[in-house]
């Protein structure tokens, strides 16, 4: 069983920046990948990237829409994963998502994930 809690939204101008992190409270944090994910009004959720943990290194990816304006890390020791948002655009406006799942591929498949956090709100203003 994971836990998850996700904080760190809030409102900023376009072109700023926010870090979002996903505290996970549970045994093997290391052993799940985490997935972030956002949705805004009248949207399906829609993925944004993920950390997974293998053979002792990191992997992270990120959805087009994000990459190069996103940054996952990961912090084991704190069974924290973070996202840092630069570069921010009104488009990103959702409430973003954390995700665990148990495995380290296929990692953009929203409906797989077992564990979701209760999301935070991220407003993005022009």
């Known amino acids: 069983q994971v836990q998850l809690v996700e904080s760190g939204g809030g409102l900023v101008q376009a072109g700023g920046s926010l870090r979002l992190s996903c505290a996970a409270s549970?045994?093997?944090?290391?052993?799940?990948?985490i997935g972030w994910f956002r949705q805004a009004p009248g949207k399906e959720r829609e993925y944004v990237g993920a950390?997974?943990?293998?053979?002792?290194?990191?992997?992270?990816y990120y959805a087009g829409s994000v990459k190069g304006r996103f940054t996952i890390s990961r912090d084991n020791a704190k069974n924290t994963v973070y996202l840092q948002m630069n570069s921010l655009k009104p488009e990103d406006t959702a409430v973003y998502y954390c995700?665990?799942?148990?495995?380290?591929?296929?990692?953009?498949?929203?409906?797989?994930?077992?564990?979701w956090g209760q999301g935070t709100q991220v407003t993005v203003s022009s």
């Open positions: 950390a997974s943990w293998s053979g002792g290194s990191p992997y992270n």
């Open positions: 549970g045994r093997s944090f290391s052993t799940y990948s």
């Open positions: 995700a665990a799942i148990a495995r380290w591929y296929g990692l953009d498949r929203r409906d797989e994930y077992q564990y």
